[in-house]
């Protein structure tokens, strides 16, 4: 892999982002990235225009940068407004933010499906599904929240999780997977964002990593759950019912970016 200086230096005036690999003895790339490699070290103030406004285009550019490091085909609609962004409304991007993108993200009855032709038994019953791409930046969180059935006449969003590049830590309010650990037992400095405080529900953590191709998957119905990325960042492909109304365990926590103060 070919490293531009675009990826070295970042966009903007002065701010570093840095590509690093160290040799370690490897003779192929693609084991001296796997050894040692620090991705798009930005600090915070990097995403926020003076008025404290989130900068949509900045963000943007980062998540590019790390597509681009893993060679992620960066395909046109990615570069339209279909791919968002946000910090929720929390103004620091880089512990907690989030790119993505629906693919599809699809509702409706059977019967009103397509060509209208369909009149089996399941004629009048809801279907939905979802196919999501989930970019997280370094270290970047996708704070705790969970998904309530009701809205609309459909159930709760079910969801597992492919990680596609880097790694991540599911944070979960149950065991469901097998090979959760406690966050509790996490040394204090890696716990994620908002553990301690009465309104953070989640108990457990598990890891799952590109290389390993094993999925995670939200086994309780309208249970509190996050994930953060690790030190690469993390592209997450994730497969789903539809999905509808999110709740944040934050008071005050919006899926929106923040205005100026």
Same mark, same amino acid.
């Given at each position: 892999?070919?490293?531009?200086?675009?990826?070295?230096?970042?966009?903007?005036?002065?701010?570093?982002?840095?590509?690093?690999?160290?040799?370690?003895?490897?003779?192929? &790339?693609?084991?001296?990235?796997?050894?040692?490699?620090?991705?798009?070290?930005?600090?915070?103030?990097?995403?926020?225009?003076?008025?404290?406004?989130?900068?949509?285009?900045?963000?943007?550019?980062?998540?590019?940068?790390?597509?681009?490091?893993?060679?992620?085909?960066?395909?046109?609609?990615?570069?339209?407004?279909?791919?968002?962004?946000?910090?929720?409304?929390?103004?620091?991007?880089?512990?907690?933010?989030?790119?993505?993108?629906?693919?599809?993200?699809? #509702?409706?009855?059977?019967?009103?499906?397509?060509?209208?032709?369909? #009149?089996?038994?399941?004629?009048?019953?809801?279907?939905?599904?979802?196919?999501?791409?989930?970019?997280?930046?370094?270290?970047?969180?996708?704070?705790?929240?969970?998904?309530?059935?009701?809205?609309?006449?459909?159930?709760?969003?079910?969801?597992?999780?492919?990680?596609?590049?880097?790694?991540?830590?599911?944070?979960?309010?149950?065991?469901?997977?097998?090979?959760?650990?406690?966050?509790?037992?996490?040394?204090?400095?890696?716990?994620?964002?908002?553990?301690?405080?009465?309104?953070?529900?989640?108990?457990?953590?598990?890891?799952?990593?590109?290389?390993?191709?094993?999925?995670?998957?939200?086994?309780?119905?309208?249970?509190?759950?996050?994930?953060?990325?690790? #030190?690469?960042?993390?592209?997450?492909?994730?497969?789903?019912?539809?999905?509808?109304?999110?709740?944040?365990?934050?008071?005050?926590?919006?899926?929106?970016?923040? &205005?100026?103060?």
């Amino acid at each position: 892999m070919k490293l531009n200086r675009r990826q070295m230096m970042g966009t903007a005036a002065g701010v570093a982002a840095s590509l690093a690999i160290g040799a370690g003895g490897c003779e192929d &790339e693609e084991c001296e990235m796997a050894k040692k490699v620090s991705v798009l070290n930005y600090p915070t103030e990097h995403f926020y225009n003076a008025d404290g406004s989130f900068n949509a285009d900045k963000a943007k550019e980062a998540y590019y940068q790390m597509m681009e490091y893993y060679s992620y085909p960066i395909s046109d609609v990615l570069k339209s407004e279909e791919f968002w962004v946000c910090d929720f409304m929390q103004r620091d991007c880089t512990k907690l933010g989030m790119g993505g993108i629906f693919w599809i993200n699809a #509702k409706g009855t059977y019967a009103q499906s397509g060509a209208k032709a369909y #009149k089996g038994d399941f004629a009048d019953k809801n279907y939905g599904y979802l196919g999501h791409e989930i970019f997280l930046l370094p270290g970047q969180m996708l704070p705790e929240h969970r998904h309530l059935g009701g809205a609309e006449g459909y159930a709760p969003k079910m969801e597992s999780w492919l990680v596609r590049y880097g790694e991540v830590e599911f944070f979960g309010e149950y065991k469901g997977a097998g090979d959760e650990t406690l966050i509790s037992d996490m040394p204090k400095a890696e716990q994620p964002w908002g553990f301690g405080e009465d309104w953070f529900k989640s108990k457990y953590v598990a890891k799952r990593t590109a290389k390993s191709g094993k999925l995670y998957t939200l086994q309780d119905p309208e249970s509190w759950h996050a994930q953060r990325a690790g #030190k690469t960042g993390a592209i997450v492909t994730e497969y789903a019912t539809y999905h509808n109304h999110v709740m944040f365990s934050k008071p005050g926590m919006e899926f929106a970016s923040s &205005e100026a103060s």
